[in-house]
């Protein structure tokens, strides 16, 4: 699957109010699905001494869709596409390697 692809069909599955012109619920539930991601990891450190169980991978598959989900979302209600962000993020990440500033702080280092 190709981002265009699931960014379009996600956007037929939104139903929140104002879908369209609205990106304050979709950054809350992204939000939300980050801190559910974060709980289940947590409870692996506290519960399973770090180790993740086959049924906890699929738990956090699930979540992980969710927050991607909202993350279209949240693209699409700004007007970006999720190919060119994650083109973006690469090439971000390739400069910062190439000027060994992978490390550190700082959204434009």
């Known amino acids: 699957m ?4 699931y960014q379009e069909g996600c956007r037929a599955t939104a139903r929140y109010p104002d879908a ?14 980050a801190g559910e991601v974060a709980d289940k990891v947590k409870k692996v450190l506290r519960d399973r001494q770090g180790s993740f169980s086959p049924e906890v991978i699929a738990d956090l598959q699930l979540e992980l869709g969710d927050v991607l989900w909202y993350v279209a979302q949240l ?9 060119q962000i994650a083109q973006a993020n690469l090439d971000k990440l390739a400069s910062r390697a190439a000027r060994n500033v992978i490390g550190g702080s700082g959204d434009r280092r």
């Open 20 to 33: 369209g012109a609205n990106p304050i619920y979709p950054t809350l539930g992204l939000c939300g699905e």
């Open 75 to 83: 693209a699409t209600e700004l007007g970006l596409e999720l190919e």
């Open 2 to 5: 190709d981002f265009q692809h």
